[in-house]
Antibody, heavy 121, light 113 residues
């Protein structure tokens, strides 16, 4: 069955970096676009970034553009989110999600359980 | 960017009642090429990730009870729960995936009265 397992969250000081991972299994990782979505404590969902099925294109929310980098490791079936220059407003639970089809503009049919990032001094 | 606006933000109903949640997009999410609305509904219960309920505005996902239905086209959409059950207590989000950023509505919290 499809599984997405995030890791790498934790407490980090403002201005520092953190890398999140999302280990994928139960499907052909190479065939699906993948997204990151975050949720600040007690708030709604915010889309963060997407990477095409083959890694050829990436798009970001304006709030993270230039600071975050999404990538796929096809050998390890793992999605990454490199987060630099972290700010307090980046605090929240980060979810990875798979699109229903290989295309990047499609519903998110599977989600991981999320990993909590806290940016605080 | 497309802005998604849900109403109401909070809804309290009795068991067995009909629940209707509205979602409006700031521009049409109907793709004329394939006549599909790029609109999804998700359910999130406390401590859990969102769960896809409805895709393409009206396609119920496998395993989702048939009391859930989605409707609408263009810029105006609805999620309807025909007969509210205790397990439907959750926050519901609409989302457009017509273009990036793939924006979500602010959420509707549904509770039992």
């Amino acid at each position: 069955q499809v599984q997405l397992v995030e890791s790498g969250g934790g407490v980090v000081q403002p201005g520092r970096s953190l890398t999140l991972s999302c280990a994928a299994s139960g499907f052909i990782f190479d065939d699906y676009a993948m997204h990151w979505v975050r949720q600040a404590p007690g708030k709604g969902l915010e889309w963060v970034a997407v990477i095409w099925y083959d890694g050829s294109n990436k798009y970001y929310a304006d709030s993270v553009k230039g600071r975050f980098t999404i990538s796929k490791d096809f050998a390890k079936n793992t999605l990454f989110l490199q987060m630099d220059s972290l700010r307090a407003e980046d605090t929240g639970v980060y979810y990875c999600a798979r699109t229903e089809t290989g295309y990047y503009l499609a519903p998110f049919d599977y989600w991981g359980q999320g990993t909590l990032v806290t940016v605080s001094s | 960017d497309i802005v998604m606006t849900q109403s109401p933000e909070y809804l309290a109903l009795s068991l067995g009642e009909r629940a209707t949640i509205n979602c409006k997009s700031s521009r049409s999410v109907l793709y004329s090429y394939n006549n599909k609305n790029y609109l999804a509904w998700y359910q999130q219960t406390p401590g859990q990730p969102p769960k896809l309920l409805i895709s393409w505005a009206s396609t119920r996902e496998s395993g989702v009870p048939d009391r859930f239905s989605g409707g609408g086209s263009g810029t105006d959409f609805t999620l309807t729960i025909s007969s509210l059950q205790a397990e439907d207590v959750a926050v519901y989000y609409c989302q457009q995936y017509y273009q990036t950023p793939c924006s979500f509505g602010q959420g509707t919290k549904l509770e039992i009265k």
